[in-house]
């Protein structure tokens, strides 16, 4: 199970801390991933982290301005998101996947993740 929490009202430039809080699940073998959906737009895929070697993944569209990170003791995973601008606008959604994530293709899919959160909102106004 995954529970997002951090999501809220930022003005252009401004930063936000993403949670997901993980439970129910195996640590050392998971993957955690953060997607957005803006209104009228289809879910895309921003960023990814595999709890074993931590390696991670990052859509062009955050790269640079996105970090994602995990705390292992806490069994929390963070996506930290600075210099926001209107387009960040969505719905965050956190998703868990009970094996490791390959990064081999431009995007991660959703299909791979089967547990998902209920969502935050980030609002960016300019």
């Known amino acids: 199970q995954v529970v997002e929490s951090g999501g809220g009202l930022v003005q252009t430039g401004g930063s936000l801390r993403l949670s997901c809080a993980v439970s129910g699940a195996s640590w050392d073998d998971y993957a955690i991933g953060w997607f957005r959906q803006a209104p009228g737009k289809e879910r895309e895929g921003i960023s990814c982290?595999?709890?074993?070697?931590?390696?991670?993944w990052y859509a062009d569209s955050v790269k640079g301005r996105f970090t994602i990170s995990m705390d292992n003791a806490k069994n929390t995973v963070f996506l930290q998101m600075n210099s926001l601008n209107t387009e960040d606008t969505a719905i965050y959604y956190c998703?868990?996947?009970?094996?490791?994530?390959?990064?081999?293709?431009?995007?991660?899919?959703?299909?791979?993740?089967?547990?998902w959160g209920q969502g935050t909102q980030v609002t960016v106004s300019s």
């Open positions: 982290i595999n709890t074993d070697d931590h390696s991670t």
């Open positions: 998703a868990g996947s009970v094996h490791r994530i390959e990064f081999y293709s431009p995007t991660i899919q959703q299909f791979e993740f089967q547990s």
